[in-house]
């Protein structure tokens, strides 16, 4: 980063499936400078992570939609690109 330049935005990656209109924290989020991509499937959120490379994981548990927490963290682990372990989840 050469001086002058911009500062990056941090990007955040949402794993929630609740509708897009009532996403308050979402909203808030932007409103604070953040970059945030929002997914609703968690499959789509992996490969998206793998491209993208966010500064963090905010997953909503939705146990009707087979999202938590428990099971992001596993895939988190499991998953090939070394960076997902050290990523922070909330």
Known sequence: MQPGEPI????ILKLDRSSPRLDIVYEAL???????????????????????LPNLFLVRDDPSAGVDAIHWIERQHSDPVAQFAVTPLI
Not at 8 to 11: D, S
């Open 8 to 11: 990056p935005r941090p990007l």
């Open 30 to 52: 932007l409103a604070e400078g953040f970059h945030v991509v929002r997914v609703d499937d968690s499959h789509e959120a992996i490969r998206i992570a793998r491209r993208c």
